[in-house]
Structures are given as structure tokens and as C-alpha cells.
């Protein structure tokens, strides 16, 4: 009888600690997982805060709308829109990768998309997606066989020239659609 109250006695002492690590396994879990939502959810501010002001997009063509609906939380879908002079440039883009990877790539595509056009002056819309996709290579490292991943970007991009009323436009697996 005394062995058994003993071999009762440990085995409840070994499931109150084993209900106790469990909480405890629980509690840091949940605290990750919050540390993690709340860390994609700031990444989501930053992520928006790249986009062109629609009100900017507005000033130069009036009559038009942008409807940006993200899938997830970060996302690697974007828009991009500049006015230089008499040229206006506007695209719509879909980076490999959905969440955080997606929208890496999206960062990456802004940033050279402002270089492409403000710094290197490329206004042809072909020429930019040639130098997108050659400098969106050389940034992931894709050139090298033991780096190379298949990230990169569907866009479309137009190029209106306002003084001329021409739009040019390029794409990569996006097409064109006018509707009249």
C-alpha cells in the first residue's frame, strides 16, 4: 500500500509539472506569437508609407482610382507612380512571395524603380524593365548559380507623355487592357 501512494503521490507531482511546463510552453508561444504579429503589422506602416500619396496620383490624373487590396497583413504587391515634367509613370506590380518575403521584394522594386527613372533618367518604359530586371539580379545575387532563386516581378508599367497625349506602355506577364 505505501509503494503505491508513492507511485500515485509521483505521478501526480510529474503531472502538476508537466501541466505547468505546458502553461509555461504556452504563455512563451503566445508572447512570440504577439512579439511577431506586432513586429509584420509595424512592417505594414513602413510598407505603406513607400506607396505613392493617392492624393498625388489624384493631382495628375484626375479622373482615375487606385484599388490596392492586400492578401495578407505585408504583401508583395505595389504600386508605384512619379511625375517628372511632362511624363508621368505609373505601375502596377506583383512580387513573388506573399507576407514578408513578397514585400521585401516590393521595397527592393520601389527603391530601384526611383533610382531607374529620377537618378539613371530612363523614361522609355521597356528600357526601365530591362534595367528592373537586371538591377533586381544583381541585388538578389541571382547571377550566381548557388544564390539564384526565382524571386522577381509581374508589372505593368505606362509612360505618359502629357504635352504629346501618348502612352507607352511595357510588360512583364501583365498585360495591357483598354476599355472604352
Known amino acids: 500500500m505505501f509503494f503505491l501512494t508513492l507511485t500515485l503521490r509521483s505521478i501526480l ?5 508537466l ?4 502553461m509555461q510552453s504556452k504563455l512563451e508561444l503566445e508572447t512570440r506569437s ?3 504579429l506586432d513586429s509584420i503589422i ?4 513602413i510598407q505603406k508609407a513607400i506607396l505613392p500619396l493617392r492624393e498625388r496620383i489624384l493631382e495628375s490624373l484626375p ?3 487606385v484599388f490596392h487590396l492586400p492578401r495578407d497583413i505585408v504583401s508583395g504587391d505595389f504600386y508605384w507612380f512619379k511625375r517628372i515634367e511632362n511624363k508621368i509613370f505609373i505601375t502596377s ?3 513573388t512571395g506573399h507576407q514578408v518575403p513578397g514585400a521585401f521584394i516590393s521595397m527592393i522594386g520601389t527603391v530601384l524603380l526611383d533610382d531607374i527613372v529620377e537618378k539613371k533618367g530612363v523614361y522609355e518604359p521597356a528600357q526601365i524593365l530591362t534595367e528592373l530586371h537586371r ?3 544583381k541585388a538578389l545575387k541571382q547571377d550566381r548559380k548557388e544564390r539564384a532563386s526565382k524571386d522577381g516581378m509581374d508589372i505593368a508599367l505606362c509612360v505618359l507623355d ?5 502612352l507607352k506602355f511595357a510588360g512583364a506577364f501583365r498585360p495591357l487592357i483598354h476599355i472604352k
Open 13 to 17: 507531482i510529474q503531472e502538476d509539472q
Open 135 to 137: 538591377d533586381l539580379v
Open 93 to 95: 506590380v506583383d512580387c
Open 42 to 45: 509595424y512592417a505594414r506602416r
Open 19 to 22: 501541466n505547468a511546463d505546458l
Open 162 to 166: 502629357t504635352d504629346f497625349k501618348v
Open 34 to 36: 504577439k512579439e511577431t
Open 63 to 65: 479622373e482615375s482610382f
